[in-house]
């Protein structure tokens, strides 16, 4: 089954550098999600339908739903604000505890899509927005700022990096209506 979402990722390049080589600012990015049992063994098959098909994997994020679920409750604890039914979150986390949500950026989104899917993987796609930053405190703070000076919301975002390198790879989800001002908003940082 396959379900499209609406939103963005792009790849977008923040260090002169990359600028100098000639390497895009920006670009938009196909990211899939995958539901998953949440067992032992799960990811490990999903990765084995991936590399079968000679798709690499660039970024992954994964979420236990259940994890989800608890936060929001907590919020609404501690917001004292009633999103929904304490019954209603009891319910959604029983339910929800037998899954995880996988999202991933691969090098061949299209046959990934289509690999998973005869492999009976519940799968969605999203665009997203893909950037490195300078690897340097401050700057995903940069962003964010910038973003909302522009009335963007970010919905997630996730990245990663070691400490010895000197740019770090995001992953970013926002509406899809936002994305031509987020290229204008992000275009000079460095």
Do not use: W
Not at 109 to 128: F, I, R
Not at 162 to 190: G, P, Y
């Amino acid at each position: 089954m396959t379900l499209d979402l609406i939103g963005s990722i792009c790849y977008l390049p923040l260090i002169s550098e990359l600028a100098e080589k000639g390497e895009d600012s920006m670009e938009k990015k196909t990211q899939l999600s995958v539901i998953l049992t949440n067992a032992p063994g799960e990811l490990s098959k999903m990765c084995d339908v991936l590399k079968a098909a000679n798709i690499n994997i660039l970024a992954m994020s994964i979420q236990n739903a259940k994890d989800s679920v608890k936060e929001l409750f907590n919020m609404r604890e501690k917001t004292g604000r009633r999103i929904a039914l304490a019954e209603s979150y009891r319910g959604i986390l029983k339910d929800s505890s037998d899954y995880s949500l996988i999202r991933i950026l691969v090098d061949q989104p299209g046959e990934a899509e289509e690999e998973l899917l005869k492999s009976k993987h519940l799968v969605s796609k999203d665009h997203v927005l893909v950037f490195k930053l300078v690897n340097k405190p401050g700057m995903l703070g940069n962003v964010a700022k910038r973003f909302g000076e522009a009335s963007v919301n970010i919905d997630y975002i996730y990245g990663s990096t070691t400490e010895e390198n000197r740019e770090a790879m995001f992953v970013v989800h926002f509406s899809e209506s936002d994305f031509d001002r987020v290229k204008d908003v992000l275009k000079d940082l460095s």
